[in-house]
């Protein structure tokens, strides 16, 4: 198993940014592929981007591309999420979620239920 602690959220002004970062701890970081997801007031939980196991392969969002970039750094068992030119739709928790991808170093996963553990969220708030 492992568990997965997001950071990094806060208040910030449109156009401004922020980094996620995703800690994990339990079992080795470098064999689960990545993502994150958001969920804002009476939506529903959406994709925003993942990452393989290896880091060699990444996706996102239409809504996000350009503005939000994913990485991860395997020695520190941690997942990051750079967003930049922040707008208020993009006011959300964000969650980050980790599925077993042992053999696949390239392969990522856009759908939330093709993910097995989910870290507790934080809040994304961005002013007008």
């Known amino acids: 198993q492992v568990q997965l602690v997001e950071s990094g959220g806060g208040l910030v002004q449109a156009g401004g940014s922020l980094r996620l970062s995703c800690a994990a701890s339990?079992?080795?970081?470098?064999?689960?592929?990545m993502g994150w997801f958001r969920q804002a007031p009476g939506k529903e939980r959406e994709f925003v981007a993942a990452?393989?196991?290896?880091?060699?392969?990444?996706s996102s969002a239409n809504s996000v591309k350009g503005r939000f970039t994913i990485s991860r750094d395997n020695a520190k068992s941690t997942m990051y999420l750079q967003m930049n030119s922040l707008k208020p739709e993009d006011t959300a928790v964000y969650y980050c979620?980790?599925?077993?991808?042992?053999?696949?170093?390239?392969?990522?996963?856009?759908?939330?239920?093709?993910?097995?553990?989910w870290g507790q969220g934080t809040q994304v708030t961005v002013s007008s």
């Open positions: 339990g079992r080795t970081f470098s064999r689960y592929a």
């Open positions: 979620a980790a599925r077993d991808s042992y053999y696949s170093s390239l392969t990522y996963y856009v759908r939330s239920n093709e993910y097995s553990y």
């Open positions: 990452i393989s196991t290896s880091g060699g392969a990444t």
